[in-house]
């Protein structure tokens, strides 16, 4: 981060951030890398509309190319395309991102849209009663001398 002094009437310091210049990234990978560090995997298409604001890619071969330059540089790499995705999807490799694992898939079997309702309901009565408790616990009894 480098320090960009007030000027012309300004009292605030502006900071810059040099992760392209540190790295030595082109523009092309500076602004793909970008666009992985805060929207996480994406196909190559996606990051060609998302990143056309910091840099204005040609073509999709053209962003292509940058993603395997990101991975010979071991910045990036290509994930396996699961079960549903049309798409593999590019990962950035610069910081760490959370395991958010795929639904798992089981053939003949329609996916599950989660817990039922009678276990949401369940949880929610014992998180309820956790709460009461520890409430209990904050709040004097009026009956105490």
Avoid at 9 to 27: F, I, K, N
Avoid at 62 to 77: I, P, T
């Amino acid at each position: 981060m480098r320090y960009v002094h007030p000027s012309h009437g300004r009292s605030v310091t502006r900071y810059r951030q040099v992760a392209d210049e540190a790295w030595g990234l082109a523009p092309k990978a500076a602004a793909l890398l970008a666009v992985l560090l805060v929207r996480g995997p994406q196909t190559a298409a996606e990051l060609r509309t998302r990143a056309e604001r910091l840099h204005d890619f040609s073509s999709l071969d053209v962003v292509e190319r940058e993603l395997r330059a990101l991975v010979a540089d071991g910045r990036a790499h290509l994930l396996d395309r699961h079960p549903g995705q049309k798409e593999a999807r590019w990962q950035q490799l610069v910081a760490d991102e959370p395991d958010i694992a795929p639904p798992a898939f089981e053939p003949g079997r329609a996916p599950s849209a989660g817990p039922s309702t009678a276990d949401r309901l369940a949880a929610l009565e014992a998180r309820v009663a956790r709460l009461e408790a520890a409430l209990a616990d904050l709040i004097p009894d009026d009956d105490a001398p």
